[in-house]
């Protein structure tokens, strides 16, 4: 079946406009992550959906940064006024029951973001 | 709060030989461990995980992890190297609780020498 995806692959902007990153999860699965990978800090972890709730956005770096999920299934990162700081590769991940620590988390490719 | 320690950024083995990646955890209840590995551009894949019960867990690939509380480790091995092994290999813990979200380590990069 399919797996995670995510668009665009690949932006690239200039600093200080927005950008939206789409994730779009296996069918069926409840829960949604978004991580972000960068050389400096590693894999880290941004917000989490249960349906289309967000009960735990400690992660996000900073109030320009903003999700939304919707029909329980797809997801958009949005960064408003991009910095050069937030370069990086954005992961999305997916697993079937929310709350359910034992469930695999299913990652999509990832959406490569350069700020210039 | 948790944490994950992978000792150092870069491990270099021959083909054929035995790949051992070494993980350590922090965390203040009974963790879920996990092993993701990433090929160049690429997303994270699963390659073992640690729950509940049988301490020695066998992954794809060839791949194993033995979890040992009294050590807090959760080590990655495998007996013989091969070429299509060379990614780069995250170890990761969850508490679990309502959020399920993963900490990583900083990742190791696996070189396989033909």
């Known amino acids: 079946g399919a797996g995670v995806s995510q668009s665009p692959s690949n932006k690239v902007t200039e600093k200080g406009k927005d950008v939206e990153l789409r994730c779009d999860p296996i069918?069926?699965?409840?829960?949604l992550y978004w991580y972000r990978q960068s050389l400096g800090q590693g894999l880290e972890f941004l917000i989490y959906f249960q349906g289309n709730s967000a009960p735990d956005k400690s992660g996000l770096p900073s109030d320009r940064f903003s999700a939304e999920r919707t029909g329980g299934s797809v997801s958009t990162l949005t960064i408003q006024r991009t910095q050069q700081e937030d370069s990086a590769v954005y992961l999305c991940?997916?697993?079937?029951?929310?709350?359910?620590?034992?469930?695999?988390?299913?990652f999509g490719p990832g959406t490569r973001l350069l700020v210039l | 709060a948790q944490s994950v320690t992978q000792l150092g950024s870069h491990v270099s083995v021959s083909e054929g030989a035995l790949v051992l990646l070494r993980c350590n955890y922090s965390s203040s209840v009974p963790p879920y461990l996990f092993w993701y590995v990433q090929y160049p551009n690429q997303g994270l894949q699963l390659l073992l995980k640690?729950?509940?019960?049988?301490?020695l867990v066998k992954g794809i690939n060839g791949f194993e992890a033995e979890f040992k509380k009294s050590e807090t480790s959760f080590h990655l091995t495998k007996p013989s190297a091969h070429m299509s092994d060379a990614a780069e290999y995250f170890c990761?813990?969850?508490?679990?609780?309502?959020?399920?979200?993963?900490?990583f380590g900083k990742g190791i990069t696996l070189s396989v020498r033909p």
């Open positions: 990761a813990v969850s508490e679990g609780g309502a959020n399920s979200k993963l900490t």
């Open positions: 069918s069926g699965h409840t829960a």
């Open positions: 991940a997916s697993s079937i029951l929310a709350g359910a620590p034992r469930e695999t988390q299913y």
């Open positions: 640690y729950t509940t019960g049988a301490t």
